[in-house]
Nanobody, 129 residues
Framework: QVQLVESGGGLVQAGGSLILSCAAS????????MGWFRQAPGKEREFVAA????????YYQDSVEGRSTISRDNAKNTVYLQMNSLKPEDTAVYYC??????????????????????WGQGTQVTVSS
């Protein structure tokens, strides 16, 4: 059974930092792109960042690029999203997701539009002003 379990959310003041973790289990994810999405109250879910497990290619949404870093730890089967200089508009539930890229050659700029097959339950991030 595939599981993606997020952790690391919480309440943080504007300007602060958080590291979100996504522990993946239940299958081999080496051929997957791992993404982070978020959904704020009353808004649609949006792409935040993604990383290719096999080669580490990354892609970021414009609003987080430069203040966020996505990474993966192969030994721990875990993906991380470090977010710095947090803003109140970063407040949302953050979800981890996995997209199968076997047999494909997607470039990183395609990561937001991939079909993500597996999703976690989400972790709340609240940034106070």
């Amino acid at each position: 059974q595939v599981q993606l379990v997020e952790s690391g959310g919480g309440l943080v003041q504007a300007g602060g930092s958080l590291i979100l973790s996504c522990a993946a289990s239940g299958r081999t994810f080496v051929d997957y792109v791992m993404g982070w999405f978020r959904q704020a109250p009353g808004k649609e879910r949006e792409f935040v960042a993604a990383v290719s497990w096999i080669d580490g290619s990354t892609y970021y949404q414009d609003s987080v690029e430069g203040r966020s870093t996505i990474s993966r730890d192969n030994a721990k089967n875990t993906v991380y999203l470090q977010m710095n200089s947090l803003k109140p508009e970063d407040t949302a539930v953050y979800y981890c997701a996995a997209a199968d890229q076997r047999g494909t050659s997607y470039s990183a700029n395609a990561y937001p539009d991939l079909t993500y097959d597996y999703w976690g339950q989400g972790t709340q991030v609240t940034v106070s002003s």
